[in-house]
Structures are given as structure tokens and as C-alpha cells.
């Protein structure tokens, strides 16, 4: 399982890849049931974990049910303890959504729920990020991970980010960052996908931040706060979640 999941991801883009897989996993997760690890979206708990990464697999990482990562479940819990993105009524731009949580957000009351990408067979609205297709100020919340280290202009897509943003408005906007780096790795002379996924971590990223990528959001107008939300989980939970231990959440507001 560990060597096709890794084989799989490396040649089918992850959006295809969930759509044909997620029917597999559903019915292979009938026998992964146990309670060493709980998916916190679906509240579905396993004995394990299925590995993934396209270099170094990561065990225990994927929840088959839902189709969530570590990430994913970091975020669900920061949208819970941190956010009223439950609470209040928003209208709310997801972009390059993620499987785990398309039909969760899609029903809840509170949402005016617009997705939108490029590429993706469950976008709403099909569109390239340098010029996103909405009025000034048109959403309280905007979420788009890790899409920015696939982009040409990563300023002019933080720019189109706030511009659309309403004032007092928030967003998260993840991305891989290494965080033994201080300064975003970059060369627009490496287009060798090998020598791209070695130095980026994947054939098709153009970049790989570095912890500057905070001072990067400021510079385009956002007010960023930096959370290192599994340091103040309990350590039990942590695991149990399969967390990533390491990842900053930045988030992003628009002050008016």
C-alpha cells in the first residue's frame, strides 16, 4: 500500500487522484477500524493511518474516509478554536478545495459557500488566481493552501487576495515552508523537474518559503498572526488527530 500510494501521487494531480480513489479507501477502511487514531472532521477513529508523500512517505497520515491529512486536520481544529467560521454568517471563497471539506461546508446554514480553481473538477467557478473574478471586497473569508508555490506571481496572487477581501475579513492562506530556512528558495532558471522536486520538495512547485513567508503576506497588506496551534493542544490529542507538530498557521486579516 505504502509503495502504490507513493507511486500514485507522484504521476496523478491529487484532485484526480482523490476522485478515483476515494471509493477504494471508503470500503478498505472497513478494516482499519480501531481507536488509535481519530479523524476530527468525521469523528471516524482506526487502528492506523495510511502512509503519503511522494518522496518520503509520512505514516500515518492520511484518513481514508474523509480523505484528510495532517494539515487538514490542523486547520478543521484552528476553523473550531480560533475563528467563527461556525458561528457567523460569511460569504466564503475556497479556493483549490479540498476534498475532506467540500460537503461539510456546502451544508452548512451559515455559509455562502463559493469554490474556485483553475483546474479542479469541484470548483465552482473555474479561474486563475492573478485575477480572480469578483468585485473589490467581496468575501469575509477567503481559505487557498498550497497552491501558492505552484504560481507565477505569488505577490500579485496575495494582492488579489486582499483586494477581494472585505475590511475586517480573514484568511489562511498554507503553504510547504521549510522551517529550517529563513529565506524562500527560488530560481526561475531551475524548470528541470527533478532538480525542482529535490530543491522544492515537488516537480511542480516553483518555490519553497521559507520563514519569511510571513513577512511576505504583510508586505501585501495583511495583518498576520502566526500560530503554532499543536503547542497548545494536548499532547494525547496531538496524536491521536496525527497532527503535524511543526506547522504554523498564518493567519490573515484584513484591517479596515
Same mark, same amino acid.
Given at each position: 500500500?505504502?509503495?502504490?500510494?507513493?507511486?500514485?501521487?507522484?504521476?496523478?494531480?491529487?484532485?484526480?487522484?482523490?476522485?478515483?480513489?476515494?471509493?477504494?479507501?471508503?470500503?478498505?477502511?472497513?478494516?482499519?477500524?480501531?481507536?488509535?487514531?481519530?479523524?476530527?472532521?468525521?469523528?471516524?477513529?482506526?487502528?492506523?493511518?495510511?502512509?503519503?508523500?511522494?518522496?518520503?512517505?509520512?505514516?500515518?497520515?492520511?484518513?481514508?474516509?474523509?480523505?484528510?491529512?495532517?494539515?487538514?486536520?490542523?486547520?478543521?481544529?484552528?476553523?473550531?478554536?480560533?475563528?467563527?467560521?461556525?458561528?457567523?454568517?460569511?460569504?466564503?471563497?475556497?479556493?483549490?478545495? %479540498?476534498?475532506?471539506? $467540500?460537503?461539510?461546508? *456546502?451544508?452548512? +446554514?451559515? !455559509?455562502?459557500?463559493?469554490?474556485?480553481? =483553475?483546474?479542479?473538477?469541484?470548483?465552482?467557478?473555474?479561474?486563475?488566481?492573478?485575477?480572480?473574478?469578483?468585485?473589490?471586497?467581496?468575501?469575509?473569508?477567503?481559505?487557498?493552501?498550497?497552491?501558492?508555490?505552484?504560481?507565477?506571481?505569488?505577490?500579485?496572487?496575495?494582492?488579489?487576495?486582499?483586494?477581494?477581501?472585505?475590511?475586517?475579513?480573514?484568511?489562511?492562506?498554507?503553504?510547504?515552508?521549510?522551517?529550517?530556512?529563513?529565506?524562500?528558495? %527560488?530560481?526561475?532558471? $531551475?524548470?528541470?523537474? *527533478?532538480?525542482? +522536486?529535490? !530543491?522544492?520538495?515537488?516537480?511542480?512547485? =516553483?518555490?519553497?518559503?521559507?520563514?519569511?513567508?510571513?513577512?511576505?503576506?504583510?508586505?501585501?497588506?495583511?495583518?498576520?498572526?502566526?500560530?503554532?496551534?499543536?503547542?497548545?493542544?494536548?499532547?494525547?490529542?496531538?496524536?491521536?488527530?496525527?497532527?503535524?507538530?511543526?506547522?504554523?498557521?498564518?493567519?490573515?486579516?484584513?484591517?479596515?
Amino acid at each position: 500500500m505504502k509503495t502504490i500510494i507513493s507511486i500514485a501521487t507522484r504521476i496523478i494531480p491529487r484532485h484526480y487522484l482523490q476522485h478515483v480513489s476515494h471509493y477504494f479507501l471508503t470500503f478498505f477502511s472497513l478494516f482499519m477500524r480501531g481507536n488509535n487514531f481519530e479523524d476530527p472532521i468525521n469523528n471516524r477513529t482506526y487502528k492506523f493511518l495510511l502512509p503519503y508523500g511522494r518522496i518520503n512517505s509520512r505514516q500515518n497520515a492520511l484518513a481514508p474516509d474523509s480523505m484528510s491529512l495532517e494539515r487538514h486536520r490542523l486547520l478543521w481544529i484552528f476553523l473550531k478554536e480560533k475563528t467563527n467560521f461556525f458561528d457567523s454568517k460569511l460569504k466564503f471563497l475556497h479556493v483549490a478545495p %479540498e476534498f475532506c471539506f $467540500i460537503k461539510i461546508f *456546502k451544508k452548512m +446554514e451559515n !455559509l455562502e459557500y463559493i469554490t474556485g480553481d =483553475l483546474v479542479s473538477p469541484w470548483a465552482d467557478i473555474k479561474f486563475d488566481v492573478h485575477d480572480i473574478p469578483f468585485p473589490d471586497q467581496s468575501f469575509d473569508v477567503i481559505v487557498c493552501n498550497h497552491v501558492l508555490e505552484h504560481v507565477k506571481d505569488y505577490n500579485k496572487v496575495m494582492q488579489e487576495f486582499h483586494r477581494v477581501m472585505k475590511p475586517n475579513g480573514w484568511g489562511i492562506f498554507q503553504v510547504p515552508i521549510d522551517y529550517n530556512n529563513e529565506d524562500t528558495l %527560488e530560481d526561475e532558471n $531551475i524548470t528541470e523537474p *527533478k532538480e525542482r +522536486e529535490k !530543491l522544492y520538495w515537488q516537480s511542480d512547485h =516553483l518555490r519553497l518559503f521559507g520563514l519569511d513567508y510571513a513577512q511576505k503576506l504583510r508586505k501585501n497588506g495583511f495583518k498576520v498572526t502566526e500560530y503554532n496551534l499543536t503547542k497548545e493542544l494536548n499532547p494525547d490529542l496531538v496524536a491521536r488527530y496525527a497532527l503535524p507538530k511543526d506547522e504554523i498557521i498564518y493567519f490573515c486579516e484584513k484591517i479596515s
